[in-house]
T-cell receptor
Framework: NAGVMQNPRHLVRRRGQEARLRCSPM?????VYWYRQLPEEGLKFMVY????????ESGMPKERFSAEFPKEGPSILRIQQVVRGDSAAYFC??????????????FGEGSRLTVL | QQQVKQSPQSLIVQKGGISIINCAYE??????FPWYQQFPGKGPALLIA?????SEKKEGRFTISFNKSAKQFSLHIMDSQPGDSATYFC??????????FGTGTRLTVIP
């Protein structure tokens, strides 16, 4: 059973470009979470999605950031017009959120964005 | 606003010693308190978790102590090994809501 798959693992963008990060949850999981990790900081919640629905986006910056989890395909975190402060590791996690849900989130290995 | 406060930021322990990491929270609605372990270049992975109906949970060398009245919980790693060197995050959530993480503790176990 494959784990949470994130790609790309590393992404370099120049200021003003767009970054798209993809996340495929574990098989059987229908809930996806995105977290951002800055150097020497913890994991900051960004957004929680279910298939075709945004459940909680309270941690998402109001501008330039968006997320989706379509009926088919991976979840996408999109950052428009990137700035240097967007450089971070972005982690995706998934959970089953049904009777099998224990509270555990299963994390991918992250996508490391560097903005030049 | 940091929902979960974690200390220390870094910790150096001799092999065989006890590593202790502490966390505190304010939201009394939290009912799930996991600890995650993260190695460099990897994603966090669940290490051990506790719910507030018990005051302690032990799995091998790892123990969570939970003090509901003080709103504090801690991770104890007994007989620490160099392979335990990693960053440890405490976290908390309530019901079906999201996990809020502490800022992490970088543990180094010296051989």
């Amino acid at each position: 059973n494959a784990g949470v798959m994130q790609n790309p693992r590393h992404l370099v963008r120049r200021r003003g470009q767009e970054a798209r990060l993809r996340c495929s949850p574990m098989k059987g999981h229908s809930h996806v979470y995105w977290y951002r990790q800055l150097p020497e900081e913890g994991l900051k919640f960004m957004v929680y999605l279910q298939k075709e629905n945004i459940i909680d986006e309270s941690g998402m910056p109001k501008e330039r950031f968006s997320a989706e989890f379509p009926k088919e395909g991976p979840s996408i975190l999109r950052i428009q017009q990137v700035v240097r402060g967007d450089s971070a590791a972005y982690f995706c996690a998934s959970s089953p959120r049904d009777r099998d849900y224990t509270g555990e989130l299963f994390f991918g290995e992250g996508s490391r964005l560097t903005v030049l | 606003q940091q929902q979960v406060k974690q200390s220390p930021q870094s910790l150096i322990v001799q092999k065989g010693g006890i590593s202790i990491i502490n966390c505190a929270y304010e939201n009394t609605a939290f009912d799930y308190f996991p600890w995650y372990q993260q190695f460099p270049g990897k994603g966090p992975a669940l290490l051990i978790a506790i719910r507030p109906d018990v005051s302690e949970k032990k799995e091998g060398r790892f123990t969570i102590s939970f003090n509901k009245s003080a709103k504090q919980f801690s991770l104890h790693i007994m007989d620490s090994q160099p392979g335990d060197s990693a960053t440890y995050f405490c976290a908390a959530s309530s019901g079906a809501n999201n996990l809020f993480f502490g800022t992490g503790t970088r543990l180094t176990v010296i051989p």
